[in-house]
């Protein structure tokens, strides 16, 4: 019991560590936020089919990524919530595993264009955001974030998600 406590907070800290890593180059390019988004992070959103650890990852590596990128107060509750929902309906997926980039697309693809419309006041349209946001998301998380889940599924002997 005690062997699955450490593994799950282990694994969830490793993810958000992932996370913020993987924002911080997106951000360096500027891809980080902004009406035109491109994280690398997102491609991680695929994890809760693999292991529960993933949802309390993503969601405090996204809380931690916007808080240290520079978002303002909304952006930081705003795209961490965004996450979470997306990481809960991926983990909600496990037996459609190839539909679960779709909650983590959705999600970012309603909350952060308001963010972006009423928080930061971009100027754009919220259906331009919900354009440039989704084409990012489906990059991000649809085709990068099932290259990771085929990567992982091919190697799943091999990495050892549970104790025993």
Not at 147 to 157: C, G, R, S, Y
């Amino acid at each position: 019991m005690k062997n699955n406590k450490v593994l799950y907070i282990s694994q969830g800290a490793i993810i958000a560590a992932l996370y913020v890593a993987l924002t911080h180059v997106s951000n360096l390019a500027g891809l980080a936020s902004g009406a035109i988004q491109f994280r690398l992070s997102e491609a991680l959103t695929i994890l809760p089919l693999f292991t529960p650890a993933a949802i309390p990852g993503l969601t405090v590596g996204c809380f931690l990524s916007n808080l240290t990128t520079g978002c303002i107060p909304w952006d930081i509750f705003g795209g961490t919530m965004a996450t979470l929902i997306g990481a809960v309906g991926t983990y909600g997926l496990k037996k459609l595993p190839y539909l679960g980039s779709v909650p983590p697309i959705i999600s970012n693809v309603i909350i952060v264009p308001l963010v972006l419309a009423y928080a930061y006041k971009a100027e754009g349209t919220i259906p331009y955001f919900m354009l440039t946001v989704g084409i990012g998301e489906a990059v991000c998380c649809g085709v990068l974030g099932t290259l990771l889940m085929t990567a992982l599924k091919k190697n799943e002997k091999r990495i050892k998600w549970t104790a025993e």
